[in-house]
């Protein structure tokens, strides 16, 4: 009797641990389609991520990062932008001067410089591996200028936005524990009170 209650238990917890993961796969999709859904952006424009799985966790960026948070968060942020043909770039930690993961495609495409570094959990953070390890050619580099962006946990992605930024609201709020900002860029107005715009660029 005792080796099939463990067995259940072992059982349920994985089944548990599986739900939960399905559960960020599941938020972290519908984070980035709704800041989608306000941001207009076009195939081959850039979507900027940063995510510190330790705050998905509920513990202090930094302090606990999570290569398998950080999987689930990246199945769902591709299912969200794949399809539309959005390049994502997934900013590193502190610890590597928030440089940026991105496929060597899209590097090319916007004449970013790729750099040497290599980005491990503990240096980079786990999305940003886990990115390394999922896309098909990446590369690192230092500077990017995204059209929109998602922040999951206060990770600070503002200095790789385009200008201007414009505070993005969507109606999933958290993944995990991480509290979540959305930004899109729109172009800058010039002119005076006498220019008209165009208003879908808005």
Same mark, same amino acid.
């Given at each position: 009797?005792?080796?099939?209650?463990?067995?259940?238990?072992?059982?349920?917890? /994985?089944?548990?641990?599986?739900?939960?993961?399905?559960?960020?796969?599941?938020?972290? /999709?519908?984070? %980035?389609?709704?800041?989608?859904?306000?941001? /207009?952006?076009?195939?081959?424009?850039?979507?900027?991520?940063?995510?510190?799985?330790?705050?998905?966790?509920?513990?202090? $960026?930094?302090?606990?990062?999570?290569?398998?948070?950080?999987?689930?968060?990246?199945?769902?942020?591709?299912?969200?932008?794949?399809?539309?043909?959005?390049?994502?770039?997934?900013?590193?930690?502190?610890?590597?001067?928030?440089?940026? $993961?991105?496929?060597?495609?899209?590097?090319?495409?916007?004449?970013?410089?790729?750099?040497? %570094?290599?980005?491990?959990? /503990? *240096?980079?953070?786990?999305? *940003?591996?886990?990115?390394?390890?999922?896309?098909?050619?990446?590369?690192?580099?230092?500077?990017?200028?995204?059209?929109?962006?998602?922040? !999951?946990?206060?990770?600070? $992605?503002?200095?790789?936005?385009?200008?201007?930024?414009?505070?993005?609201?969507?109606?999933?709020?958290? !993944?995990?524990?991480?509290?979540?900002? *959305?930004?899109?860029?729109?172009?800058?107005?010039?002119?005076? %009170?006498?220019?008209?715009?165009?208003?879908?660029?808005?």
């Amino acid at each position: 009797m005792k080796l099939h209650a463990d067995l259940s238990y072992d059982t349920f917890y /994985k089944e548990r641990v599986i739900a939960i993961l399905k559960d960020l796969e599941r938020q972290a /999709k519908a984070a %980035v389609e709704q800041v989608l859904e306000q941001a /207009k952006l076009q195939p081959g424009d850039l979507f900027v991520v940063g995510c510190s799985t330790s705050e998905v966790g509920g513990s202090k $960026i930094g302090s606990a990062s999570s290569v398998e948070l950080a999987e689930a968060i990246y199945r769902g942020v591709a299912a969200a932008l794949e399809p539309k043909g959005i390049a994502l770039a997934a900013q590193c930690c502190e610890h590597l001067n928030r440089a940026l $993961i991105v496929e060597r495609e899209t590097a090319e495409r916007y004449g970013y410089e790729p750099v040497n %570094v290599l980005p491990q959990p /503990k *240096a980079g953070g786990s999305f *940003a591996t886990v990115c390394w390890q999922s896309f098909a050619q990446p590369v690192a580099v230092e500077h990017i200028r995204a059209h929109a962006g998602l922040d !999951i946990g206060s990770t600070l $992605i503002g200095m790789h936005l385009r200008e201007v930024a414009v505070p993005v609201r969507i109606a999933q709020q958290r !993944i995990g524990e991480a509290q979540l900002t *959305a930004a899109r860029t729109r172009l800058r107005f010039i002119g005076g %009170v006498r220019a008209h715009y165009q208003e879908d660029l808005l």
